[in-house]
């Protein structure tokens, strides 16, 4: 396998591209996405045996079990990090080893219908607190220590958007690859 194929598997969206403007049907948008990943996940993903979900989407990639934990546990950090952006002044946010996280033994054999669950829930907090976001609220920010970047709420919106999308694209071109149904 080349880069080129490699690449194309690790992004099958592209990387995240921020807007040149957060407009709020933009913002709306994202929300929309974010609201409707936990249907979607399910939708992709319930049917499917314990040999498919243990199946990585590419060489050296996660399996499908361990992207849907990836996701619950990437966004229960977002809505932390939100939490704090609202109610600390540009508060550093605690960063996390997605890697050890996903070697986990809950990551790496629980069913995946409470982690499901956990997401509908989760999902449905994040798009009832972003939707509630002033338009000063957007620009309030965080900063991420492992580059010292400094992220506005309208980004992050943006970025989760993004992540359930891209991770959502792992599963459906994996299934598409292996013709599963």
């Given amino acids: 396998m080349n880069e080129l194929d490699l690449e194309k598997l690790k992004y099958p969206i592209g990387k995240f591209t921020a807007p040149d403007q957060y407009s709020a049907e933009y913002l709306s948008e994202k929300i929309t996405e974010i609201e409707t990943l936990p249907e979607k996940l399910a939708k992709e993903t319930i049917h499917l045996t314990d040999e498919q979900l243990d199946t990585p989407y ?3 990639g996660w399996t499908v079990r ?3 934990h990836h996701c619950a546990e990437s966004h229960m950090n977002c809505y932390v990090r939100l939490k704090w952006a609202l109610t600390e002044n540009n508060p550093v946010i605690k960063p996390y080893d997605e890697v050890l996280w996903a070697e986990l033994s809950d990551n790496l054999t629980m069913p995946i219908q409470p982690t499901l669950d956990l997401l509908k829930g989760l999902h449905f907090r994040l798009g009832y607190i972003m939707r509630s976001l002033s338009a000063s609220d957007l620009e309030k920010t965080f900063i991420h220590p492992s580059d010292n970047s400094e992220i506005k709420l ?3 919106i943006g970025m989760y958007a993004w992540h359930g999308n ?3 694209a792992h599963i459906t071109s994996l299934k598409n690859h292996k013709n599963w149904k």
Avoid: S
Wanted: charge should be positive.
């Fill in 58 to 60: 590419r060489p050296g």
């Fill in 66 to 68: 361990q992207v849907i």
């Fill in 154 to 156: 309208k980004r992050m």
């Fill in 166 to 168: 891209h991770h959502l």
